[in-house]
Nanobody, 127 residues
Framework: QVQLVESGGGLVQAGGSLRLSCAASGRTFSMYAMGWFRQAPGKEREFVAAIKWSGSRTGYADSVKGRFTISRDNAKNTVYLQMNSLKPEDTAVYYC????????????????????WGQGTQVTVSS
């Protein structure tokens, strides 16, 4: 059974930074791409960032490009999301997710391609 546990959320002022972490267990972490998604109240869950299994390729939503950075440490089975220049519209519950296909060439941004999800961590950005 795959387990994903997020941490690092909290309350921050606009312009501030947070670093989210997601610790994975239960299967060979280094073989699967990882993604971050978020869901604001009353809105659908949306793609934020993803990273290839090897770490050699990343993808971002337009709304976070240049402000957020996804990375991974396969030795620690952990994926990170560094969030800088935070805005009130970044307020949401942030979820990490694991790709359903091992060693995929592309970076996937579609929710349905991810088969394991964490419980989420709240990020609140005050204006």
């Amino acid at each position: 059974q795959v387990q994903l546990v997020e941490s690092g959320g909290g309350l921050v002022q606009a312009g501030g930074s947070l670093r989210l972490s997601c610790a994975a267990s239960g299967r060979t972490f280094s073989m699967y791409a990882m993604g971050w998604f978020r869901q604001a109240p009353g809105k659908e869950r949306e793609f934020v960032a993803a990273i290839k299994w090897s770490g050699s390729r990343t993808g971002y939503a337009d709304s976070v490009k240049g402000r957020f950075t996804i990375s991974r440490d396969n030795a620690k089975n952990t994926v990170y999301l560094q969030m800088n220049s935070l805005k009130p519209e970044d307020t949401a519950v942030y979820y990490c997710a694991a790709d359903s296909v091992p060693l995929r060439t592309a970076v996937v941004t579609t929710i349905t391609e991810y088969d394991y999800w964490g419980q989420g961590t709240q990020v609140t950005v005050s204006s």
